[in-house]
């Protein structure tokens, strides 16, 4: 056999076998690993403003301060009058990173013999921090159920330990030297909350629609509650008469 006759033979049997091998389907992958689903879109945020009536003020406050915290007896209440706006609902707990050492926290200052601010919300698993701003010494002390506690008394460059608020209910503070000096800290369990101005206006802002309960804590033996239902992206006007 002549060399090109060869050639030619050994060609046309690598063709035939490169067509065996393209017409042959490939074995299914069995163990190939689904495309995960795709997560449906969060619902546009919503939103609640509007204005809580509040107790008229019977006197100004003392110390030159926009208001000062009143307790009388049994009765906790700022002057002139504020309220704590929140939404109640079934809301996750607190992430882990939201927890422990990682918590959030918070401050009520010692400036000017006085606490800043005077009334302070705050969600269960806040740390809060006490730091002394005055050129004297100062004392934090607690005998509320929700939180107890003594931080004894320390100067401007002394740090005492952050407090962990992790029950809700209100917890008023005062210090053993300054008697006036007078805070509370409101705990809840919910993600939503805030102070209003002095004419009860308040925004609720990145809300998650749904229905809830709108509670306004005006003192200690006064909050009001209001169902409400808010839809994705909605804007709800309210009042709390």
């Known amino acids: ?6 050639a030619l033979l050994l060609l046309a049997a690598g063709l035939l076998a490169a067509s065996a091998r393209a017409e042959t389907p490939a074995p299914e992958n069995t163990s190939a690993t689904p495309a995960p ?3 449906a879109p969060a619902p546009d945020p919503a939103c609640i403003e509007g204005r809580v009536a509040l107790p008229r003020a019977t006197m100004l406050p003392r110390h030159g301060q926009p208001y000062e915290l009143v307790i009388d007896s049994d009765l906790v209440r700022t002057n002139p009058p ?3 706006v929140y939404l109640e609902g079934d809301f996750p707990p607190a992430s882990a990173d939201e927890a422990g050492p990682s918590a959030p926290v918070a401050r009520v200052v010692q400036r000017d013999l006085t606490f800043i601010p005077g009334l302070l919300p705050v969600r269960t698993g806040t740390r ?8 004297t010494y100062h004392n934090v002390f607690s005998f509320s159920p929700a939180k107890r506690f003594d931080l004894g008394r320390y100067r401007a460059d002394e740090t005492p ?6 029950r809700p209910g209100l917890v008023t503070l005062r210090c053993d030297i300054h008697k006036h000096m007078r805070a509370a800290i409101l705990v809840l369990d919910t993600p939503h909350f805030v102070v209003t101005d002095a004419d009860g206006n308040f925004r609720l802002p990145a809300l998650p629609p749904g ?3 709108l509670k306004a804590w005006i003192d200690s033996r006064t909050t009001r509650a209001l169902p409400v239902e808010i839809a994705p992206g909605q804007t709800l006007r309210v009042e709390l008469p």
């Open 37 to 39: 689903p795709v997560p």
């Open 1 to 6: 056999m002549t060399a090109p006759r060869r």
């Open 82 to 84: 504020l309220a704590i």
């Open 161 to 166: 330990p952050a407090q962990l608020f992790d």
């Open 128 to 135: 809060v921090e006490f730091p002394n701003e005055d050129p």
């Open 211 to 213: 229905r809830y309960t």
